[in-house]
DNA sequence: GAAGACGGCC
DNA sequence: GACGGCCCGTCTTCA
């Protein structure tokens, strides 16, 4: 018996500017960022992705548009065409799905592929990734970098180790070699916030994680901490498994500046459900649950939501309950608005139940 | 189970 | 200081 797993982790190099680099050939070696937010031509919004040109002045995904200008007055600002991204994504998943025994696409532009049956020996692991790596530059014009490891965590964490058109093989005895002089926020699942947490206790790499129990760490950050300890001693094991489907779905939007205008907000609120509707009907869904997530002007966030008792893909129900949501909260607040959004959850297929039926007569 | 906050990602 | 989301999933809390 052979458990041994082989796991790729793929992940495309700054997906969106490459696309858009790839779209027009002028902006090959320029600072290039794509941006997302009400405005992006007057720096309204932040970068989405940023070249890698760019991130030479420190222009990284998050920061404010106006922010990345400041430190390079040559960027060039695309705005996000996250459709078309998703496109190009289609055609890259389908060539990965190819040369995978079990494949689980993770976003638009990274997939974790268990290769197992199709590895012998150190040189087909090259082999393989180089085939992939190839197919993706020959057909769509994009380079990716490719983790290689006994699980998905490490294939993650090798992926990003080398950036761009990186490979990074980690076999199974030089896990503690790789994973050690790494810092904690290369796990994935820590964020700032945790990396804060843990800095406060002196724990900077992951050798220093590994120092405390794994309860130790549940009691530190919750659950969590389970799944970063199994992540930090390299024996995580999730199995790579096919994508579900979507859990919810929403809308949210930006206003050029905070505003108290209700019938503006409103008319927003409609935009956003009237677009959620297309596009929950185009897929064939339906929802039970609808929430509004208002974000103020001072950055603070609330959300607010309603369950109904049946399943649903009625505009009419949706902007009712929604409105009315947002009505109970604005009453007796005076913050002007920023952002707002609009979100439909606990979904299913609205033709799932006939299916399950039809099975049951066949 | 429902609701709301929160964190992480490109 | 500036500030997104054809952004979602998960954790926490409360009933």
């Known amino acids: 018996m052979n458990s041994k797993r082989v796991i790729f982790h793929v992940d495309m190099d700054a997906f969106y500017a490459s696309v858009e680099i790839r779209e027009n050939s002028d902006l090959e070696n320029k600072p290039v960022v794509v941006g997302v937010g009400p405005n992006v031509e007057k720096f309204k919004g932040v970068v989405s992705t940023a070249s890698y040109k760019a991130r030479e002045y420190g222009i990284k995904a998050g920061i404010p548009l106006i922010q990345a200008y400041n430190k390079c007055k040559d960027i060039v600002i695309m705005p996000a065409r996250i459709s078309y991204y998703k496109e190009v994504s289609n055609n890259i998943m389908e060539i990965l799905k190819k040369y995978s025994d079990k494949f689980q696409q993770i976003s638009i532009d990274e997939a974790y592929l268990d290769v197992s049956k199709r590895i012998e020996d ?29 699980n998905k965590s490490i294939a993650k964490i090798a992926s990003g180790f080398k950036k761009p058109s990186g490979v990074t093989i980690i076999n199974s005895d030089k896990i503690r070699k790789f994973l050690d002089p790494l810092p904690v ?14 800095a406060k206790r002196g724990i900077e790499k992951i050798k220093d994680l590994i120092k405390l129990s794994k309860s130790d760490l549940i009691s530190l950050l919750g659950k969590a901490g389970g799944k970063i300890y199994d992540i930090a001693i390299g024996r995580e094991s ?3 498994k096919p994508r579900g489907p979507r859990k919810s779905l929403g809308f949210i939007r930006s206003f050029e500046s905070s505003t108290d205008d209700i019938k503006k907000i409103k008319e927003k609120i409609k935009e956003l459900s009237k677009s959620i509707i297309k596009k929950i009907q185009a897929d064939d869904f339906q929802f039970r649950t609808m929430s509004i997530i208002i974000r103020f002007d001072d950055f603070s966030v609330i959300t607010r939501s309603n369950s109904l008792t049946h399943h649903t893909n009625d505009y009419k129900v949706l902007i009712k309950n929604v409105i009315d949501l947002f009505d109970k ?9 920023k952002r707002i959004g609009v979100r439909v959850s606990n979904l299913t297929k609205s033709s799932l139940k006939q299916e399950i039926l039809s099975k049951y007569f066949e």
């Open 122 to 150: 150190y040189d087909s692991i090259e082999n393989l990734v180089n085939k992939i790596k190839e197919e993706i530059l020959n057909n769509e014009g994009l380079t990716c970098s490719i983790g290689v490891g006994p």
């Open 185 to 198: 926020k290369t796990i994935p699942g820590v964020g700032k916030k945790t990396k804060k947490l843990l």
């Open 238 to 240: 999730s199995e790579v």
């Open 329 to 337: 909260v604005y009453d007796n607040e005076k913050r002007k608005i």
